[in-house]
């Protein structure tokens, strides 16, 4: 018979059993809903993405740019913005200067653009400075409809000379509220961080864009490259999160809009090359966009029930918004814990030595580890495959980045952890690679300004 202690530790392990029960079975449900996922990348890998029809329609855009002392690279982005195989006349150029020190204003309105100065430190965001700069600009031009649609851009960009006739072309269809631009990467080859953000962003293109433009679906903002119509923000720009990309792409979403992409639409940014500035871009993308699914998400899941179209996006988009990471971490820490106090009440220390301290346990968990590593290299190399006429690196080092890429996806679960207990504030990424546009395309440059030269003549 069982004395009352053994009872109490029989009971207790049957509650863990059951415990470690529930949470795989959430995780295989988790797994089940959203095995799709590997279908896009079917898609992204062996389909070609729309290419727009060409158009007689030359649509008037605003670009708004948000500077935090970027007088190292904001030049050149608005020099490849001057550089656009596309009517200079309709283009309108806003900066806001965020809190800036240095010479970032004056460099910006000698190259033509319009600047507004903000100066609250409290609040130095991007979008708060987006929130700053619509509310200036609606009251000095009456609101925003002056033009047709407003590109967002971060000061590090640069364009391709096509960007804005591509771009051109897919919002003369009139099918799409915002479309987002195809996002390369210019310092690629620095190192294995920039390169791991590189196949990051080649990865959302090949696994998540590409795939939702063949089947007609919307997709995601990630952080800037895209053009929104003016009528979403004739109310000014009311996302002010840490991660207000994810915000807008659930605010559009939720209210029926759709979100397109436009391959062709090439632009180039910068990517972290300190191990440190990583992290600490991560945490805020993790603590951001787990702010924006349990505040917006819910909108969504409502909206699959009462709405007979768009229903996909809707599910898709609440998928690309769980929080993976955070969820992931915390059920195998649970499942652990579980398991581990489950053997101590049992066996007690002894158990708990031969059970997790034995060299086949090491071998088990070398294993897991490897696997993965190994999966999370393979994608990186189909993505390479895939992506590699937009790919600027060396053979030698794209394969050695290929094979140490696995550390940026492997980082996800401790910062997503991390994020949650954190109080994360937005701070500034330096950035100082002073690539031009023509440094990286310099053929495509040179036909633009000549067709630009072109047109001059023509007009006059």
């Not at 000698?110 to 987006?130: C, F, M, N, T």
């Not at 500035?277 to 951001?288: E, F, L, N, T």
Request: proline share 3%; glycine share 6%.
């Amino acid at each position: 018979m069982y004395n009352g202690t053994e009872f109490k530790r029989g009971s207790f392990v049957l509650v863990l059993d059951v415990i470690f029960k529930v949470l795989q079975t959430i995780l295989t449900v988790i797994t089940v809903l959203t095995i799709y996922k590997t279908v896009y990348k079917v898609i992204g890998l062996f389909f070609k993405a729309r290419v727009y029809p060409e158009t007689q329609n030359r649509h008037k855009f605003a670009v708004i740019i948000c500077a935090r002392n970027e007088e190292k690279v904001i030049g050149n982005l608005l020099d490849s913005i001057h550089a656009q195989n596309y009517p200079q006349e309709l283009l309108q150029v806003f900066v806001v200067a965020d809190n800036c020190t240095d010479d970032t204003a004056r460099i910006c309105r000698e190259k033509g653009a319009i600047v507004y100065e903000r100066h609250d430190p409290a609040h130095a965001r991007k979008g708060y400075a987006l929130q700053y700069a619509f509310k200036h600009i609606r009251e000095d031009y009456g609101g925003v409809d002056f033009v047709e649609g407003w590109f967002i851009f971060d000061a590090d960009n640069l364009l391709h000379p096509e960007y804005m006739a591509e771009m051109n072309k897919a919002f003369d269809t009139g099918e799409f509220d915002v479309i987002c631009g195809y996002r390369n990467t210019k310092n690629f080859s620095t190192n294995i961080i920039s390169s791991a953000y590189g196949f990051h962003f080649y990865r959302s293109s090949f696994a998540y864009h590409r795939p939702r433009q063949v089947l007609h679906s919307s997709t995601h903002i990630a952080g800037t490259g895209y053009v929104v119509r003016s009528e979403w923000f004739k109310d000014g720009w009311n996302w002010t999160c840490l991660t207000e990309d994810a915000e807008l792409t659930y605010h559009i979403l939720a209210n029926r809009g759709k979100i397109g992409y436009c391959e062709a639409a090439e632009f180039y940014d910068e990517q972290p090359t300190r191990f440190r500035v990583s992290v600490r871009q991560r945490i805020r993308w993790a603590k951001g966009r787990l702010f924006v699914f349990f505040a917006r998400g819910y909108k969504l899941f409502a909206g699959m029930f009462r709405r007979k179209t768009n229903k996909w996006s809707l599910y898709d988009m609440i998928f690309y918004g769980f929080p993976y990471g955070l969820f992931s971490g915390l059920v195998s820490i649970a499942t652990f814990l579980a398991a581990f106090i489950g053997v101590a009440v049992s066996a007690g220390w002894e158990g708990i030595a031969q059970e997790y301290f034995t060299l086949s346990v090491l071998k088990t968990a070398g294993v897991a580890l490897g696997l993965y590593w190994a999966q999370a290299a393979v994608t990186a190399l189909l993505v390479a495959i895939r992506e590699h006429k937009k790919i600027h690196c060396p053979l030698p080092k794209l394969i050695f980045y290929i094979i140490f890429f696995p550390w940026f996806d492997l980082m996800d679960i401790p910062l997503s952890i991390a994020s949650l207990f954190m109080h994360v504030t937005w701070r500034r990424i330096v950035h100082e690679d002073t690539t031009r546009v023509e440094d990286i395309v310099p053929e495509s440059v040179a036909r633009a300004r000549a067709a630009q030269e072109e047109n001059n003549a023509e007009n006059e």
